[in-house]
């Protein structure tokens, strides 16, 4: 079984950065099977998708919300992929989960097949 764990995140001023890491281990193949997307769950909401990449890097994916501040990325050698998050506003505050299927599936969070467990980001105003 796949498994994803998320690192990175964080306190972050306003306007600062942050780089969030999903490594992936425990595959009966390696990462670079599987496309990676970023989600994120505010208290009281639901989840919602961030960022995809393909399983090669050759296409990413990113909700109109964080375009332009936000860049995702994949070392598939390390087994990790990464979401850089610079400008980061309050609003970006969430438990953020890195999760894997065979194709970037931002809409609806369900169709992932794996998860991580998470790790939360807090903007402070």
């Known amino acids: 079984q796949l498994q994803l764990v998320e690192s990175g995140g964080g306190l972050v001023q306003s306007g600062g950065s942050l780089k969030l890491s999903c490594a992936g281990s425990?595959?009966?193949?390696?990462?670079?099977?599987?496309?990676i997307g970023w989600f994120r769950q505010a208290p009281g909401k639901q989840r919602e998708g961030v960022s995809c990449i393909s399983s090669s890097g050759g296409s990413t994916t990113y909700a109109d919300s964080v375009k332009g501040r936000f860049t995702i990325s994949r070392d598939n050698t390390k087994n990790t992929v990464y979401l850089q998050m610079n400008s980061v506003k309050p609003e970006d505050t969430s438990v953020y989960y890195c999760?894997?299927?065979?194709?970037?599936?931002?809409?609806?969070?369900?169709?992932?097949?794996?998860w991580g467990k998470g790790t939360l980001v807090t903007v402070s105003s």
């Open positions: 425990g595959a009966t193949v390696d990462l670079d099977f599987y496309a």
């Open positions: 999760a894997a299927s065979r194709w970037c599936e931002l809409v609806d969070p369900a169709a992932m097949d794996y």
